[in-house]
């Protein structure tokens, strides 16, 4: 996909429940991206960690490369890494549609933004609990999205942390409809509608999908519970 197309389909997919592939069986990978195609998603999201900026190792090009053989389904991809200027074009013809790169990485993303459209792919600036908005302001026209961190990042389970849900509200105040406002971290049933409320429109996922039997019926209570909550935004183009 183009960013253009990228874009318009997650639009048009709000609330859009993007399953964390990281919680993900990985001895059963296939079926798995199949199963979790069949509940209607309309993207996937990959946690890539380096051990080094966050306290755990994932998986990285070879398993981004092995997600864009089995769908065709947008891939949005964290990373969750130290130098990630040393990455993106590798990740780019892995497959990646979307990169998301740390504040806390670097010490001026918008070049790494840029660079990040200019080879295709939506360009996202994440940042942690513990990260202002401010942070994140003078940047925000050279993001497609922003991803609001509501856990510490490099492991799952942890508890909501719900100053993500003040941040959210400020970026929509700050941007209008101009960006797409992300979410990841203690995503479920519980908090779900509150992300929305608050201004996310990308909700990634893990357990509440993952720890569940039923892929399908799990991911329509997520929408389900998320709509109630959510105001679309118009459809912007790059």
Avoid: W
């Avoid at 504040?103 to 918008?110: I, K, Q, S």
Wanted: charged share 20%; hydrophobic share 45%.
């Amino acid at each position: 996909m183009t960013i253009s197309e990228t874009i318009a389909h997650l639009r048009g997919s709000i609330p859009a429940v993007l399953p964390s592939l990281l919680m993900c069986d990985f001895g059963q990978l296939a079926n798995e991206v199949r199963r979790i195609e069949a509940a209607g998603v309309p993207g996937l999201h990959l946690d890539v960690m380096d051990g080094h900026f966050v306290p755990n190792l994932s998986y990285g090009l070879p398993l981004v490369e092995a997600f864009r053989r089995m769908t065709t389904l947008p891939l949005d991809v964290h990373l969750m890494i130290s130098n990630p200027a040393q990455y993106i074009e590798r990740y780019r013809e892995a497959g990646a549609d979307s990169m998301t790169i740390h504040v806390e990485a670097v010490h001026d993303p918008r070049p790494l933004l840029r660079e990040i459209r200019a080879i295709g792919a939506m360009a996202g600036l994440a940042l942690n609990p513990d990260t202002p908005v401010s942070a994140v302001r003078p940047y925000l026209k050279d993001c497609d999205l922003v991803l609001v961190m509501s856990v510490n990042p490099g492991f799952g389970g942890q508890k909501f942390d719900r100053r993500a849900l003040d941040k959210l509200a400020e970026l929509r105040s700050l941007a209008g409809d101009e960006l797409l406002l992300e979410i990841d971290g203690g995503v479920n049933d519980a908090t779900i509608a509150d992300c929305c409320a608050a201004g996310a429109q990308l909700l990634v996922v893990g357990s509440a999908i993952f720890g569940t039997s039923d892929y399908l019926a799990s991911t329509r209570r997520l929408v389900e519970l998320a709509s109630s909550k959510t105001t679309r935004s118009p459809q912007r183009t790059c």
